[in-house]
């Protein structure tokens, strides 16, 4: 039986995009057979108003902020999220760090996951 695969999608400010791609890399996220490091970033714009509990990295409590970021996407086996997440909250700037993990069906003809 495979070990469950997972998406893992996080968002980051892209002045801080290649920490959070080599910390995801580094604690074992984006193994595909033979090549590691594996993702697929798009760009876009997050906006949030940090409230007056918030200690925000950018931006200022009350006002409306919108700023440039990278969407991360990778893959990784489900028993080594809880240390991947740990590794990118180590690099990322964010006091709330938004995360998306989607749960993935492979490919039949995809066998080359591996560690």
Do not use: W
């Amino acid at each position: 039986m495979q070990e469950e695969v997972v998406k893992l999608v996080v968002f980051v400010p892209e002045t801080h995009a290649d920490l959070v791609r080599q910390a995801l890399g580094e604690a074992g996220a984006g193994e595909i057979g033979d090549y590691h490091f594996c993702s697929f970033s798009t760009k876009g714009t997050n906006r949030f108003i940090p409230l007056a509990t918030a200690h925000p990295f950018i931006g200022e409590k009350g006002k409306m902020e919108a700023v440039p970021e990278e969407k991360i996407e990778t893959i990784c086996y489900k028993k080594d999220l809880e240390k991947i997440i740990q590794a990118v909250n180590k690099v990322h700037p964010y006091e709330e760090v938004a995360y998306d993990i989607y749960p993935l069906v492979l490919n039949p003809h995809q066998t080359t996951f591996k560690k």
